[in-house]
Nanobody, 127 residues
Framework: VQLQASGGGSVQVGDSLRLSCAASERTFENFGAGRGWFRQAPGTEREFVAAINWNGGSTHYADSVKGRFTISRDNNKRTIYLQMNSLNPQDTAVYYC???????????????????WGQGTQVTVSS
């Protein structure tokens, strides 16, 4: 399975971006599966951003993005999205999408429970 992330770019403070992550196969739709977004800024460890369960009925966010970011999915398109509003310079990072067949119940905030990763897309927010 391959994950293809897209939608990054350079924006100003307060702007919005929408990231997409398309899977090459229709999978991760079993109960317990999860898909998510992580990010990594230079010199820091990869951190959890948001995750969504197999049918989109449940979501979870890092405190730093809660209320500003929204994760969603379209299983017909095998794609998840991350709508990012009110961006600030602390959001600058490479954003990675991930998927795991059992990530939702094993621990969606932990990168170790994800089986597949996208290549990353750069988001840069300037003041």
């Amino acid at each position: 399975v391959q994950l293809q992330a897209s939608g990054g770019g350079s924006v100003q403070v307060g702007d919005s971006l929408r990231l997409s992550c398309a899977a090459s196969e229709r999978t991760f739709e079993n109960f317990g599966a999860g898909r998510g977004w992580f990010r990594q800024a230079p010199g820091t460890e990869r951190e959890f951003v948001a995750a969504i369960n197999w049918n989109g009925g449940s979501t979870h966010y890092a405190d730093s993005v809660k209320g500003r970011f929204t994760i969603s999915r379209d299983n017909n398109k095998r794609t998840i999205y991350l709508q990012m509003n009110s961006l600030n310079p602390q959001d600058t990072a490479v954003y990675y999408c991930a998927a795991g067949s059992s990530a939702w119940y094993r621990g969606i905030v932990h990168s170790t429970f994800y089986d597949y990763w996208g290549q990353g897309t750069q988001v840069t927010v300037s003041s």
